[in-house]
């Protein structure tokens, strides 16, 4: 967010969306947001506020259930 953040105000080549969502989806999520809030950076847009919310919340369900969730290894 923060390399995105300086590249706009100097009208650089910008990071794509699609890759900033990427690696929130990789476990970037809490890094993203606090970007988002340290740098002031795509707060204005609602699915970067709902969004990257969501893709955290998502991800500690995944945890959450793979914790959870009965493994069994037996082949036989």
Known sequence: MGI???R???NAFRVPE????SVAFVGGSIGSILG???????TKHWYFTLGMPLV???QILLVAVLFW???SFSFI
């Open 4 to 6: 995105d953040k300086r």
């Open 18 to 21: 699609a890759t900033l969502f």
């Open 69 to 71: 969730l009965p493994i």
């Open 8 to 10: 706009a105000r100097k």
């Open 56 to 58: 955290l919340v998502l």
């Open 36 to 42: 988002m809030i340290i740098f002031r950076h795509k």
